[in-house]
């Protein structure tokens, strides 16, 4: 390391490994422990000559240079990363809870607080990553994590990581892409109200607004904003309000964040704390 730089320089040698906690597409993410601080991370493998073979060595130095700027509660943290000949490690945050996902699937579907808690949470991390000029987290159940406390955590993994219970369609599902992404325009940060309208429907129904046999079918409810409410289950009304204002095909018309963190939903059920003490880790 260069004799300026202050960042500890890592290595395996200061890890002791634990189970695996999941494979990803370019490796496998492992529950680990800092020797002498016996900090708990979650370390994730990366195999050199898969990254390779998809030329993506910038994407991914340019993704950690990102990734360890971010400093927010619910934005899983990079502490840092090291490499040996055939291998790349991140050093991340252990999201004790696992997959927000898994919750969603075993419950059904969440109760309006803490779906409220969870939106309030996901625009809060980015209003903080559009303060930063970073857009598009990513921000779809897969890619939400919970902590030890119920506290949700987007962690980007800069490539879909095909973990145990993820959805099949999971990697090319086209359910989250906003109308000006299907048409291929260009997108901003509206882009991310977008996707924050079609978790809120996911987390109180069970499953994204515009779902469809085919992927061709998904974009065309998606061009329609074929939005319908099923009446079960019960859904209160300021919560379809927020997601019809959410849904807009228009990007300049859709709830800014700061918009949808005085949403009287929002207000009334959102835990300010942002942890939800009734998800059972
Ligand atoms: C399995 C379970 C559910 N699991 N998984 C995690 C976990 C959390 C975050 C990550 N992050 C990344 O992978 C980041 C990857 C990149 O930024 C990247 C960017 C560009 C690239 F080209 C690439 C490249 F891979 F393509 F090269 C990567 C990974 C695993 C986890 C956790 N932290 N705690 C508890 N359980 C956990």
């Given at each position: 390391s260069d004799a300026g730089n202050t960042e500890k320089q890592w290595s395996l040698a200061d890890f002791e490994i634990g189970r695996p906690l999941g494979k990803g597409k370019f490796g496998r993410v492992y529950l680990a422990r800092?020797?002498?601080?016996k900090y708990i991370v979650a370390l994730k493998v990366i195999f050199k000559e898969q990254i390779e073979k998809y030329k993506i060595h910038h994407q991914l130095r340019r993704e950690m240079e990102i990734q360890t700027s971010l400093r927010h509660p619910n934005i899983l943290r990079l502490f840092g990363w090291f490499h040996d000949n055939e291998r790349i490690f991140l050093i991340l945050e252990y999201a004790h809870g696992g997959e927000l996902y898994g919750v969603l699937k075993q419950n059904g579907h969440l109760t309006e607080q803490q779906a409220a808690t969870y939106i309030a949470s996901l625009s809060q991390a980015l209003a903080y990553c559009h303060g930063k000029?970073?857009?598009?987290?990513?921000?779809k159940p897969e890619n939400l994590l919970l902590d030890h406390e119920g506290r949700l955590k987007i962690?980007?993994?800069?490539w879909s990581v095909q973990s145990s219970?993820?959805?099949?369609t999971m990697c090319g599902t086209l359910d989250y892409l906003a109308p000006e992404m299907v048409e291929n325009r260009d997108h901003d940060y509206a882009v991310d109200n977008w996707t924050l309208g079609i978790l809120c429907y996911e987390f109180l129904y069970?499953?994204?607004?515009?779902?469809?046999?085919?992927q061709k079918d998904t974009f065309k409810r998606i061009l329609k904003i074929d939005l319908s409410f099923p009446l079960t289950p019960n859904v209160s009304e300021e919560a379809k309000n927020l997601i019809s204002q959410l849904l807009v095909k228009d990007p300049s018309k859709r709830l800014s964040i700061e918009k949808i963190m005085q949403h009287p939903w929002i207000v009334k059920n959102a835990d300010p704390k942002g942890v939800c003490a009734s998800i059972d880790i």
């Open positions: 800092e020797a002498k601080s000029c970073v857009i598009h987290r990513d921000i962690a980007d993994f800069g219970n993820k959805r099949k069970g499953n994204p607004p515009f779902e469809a046999e085919s």
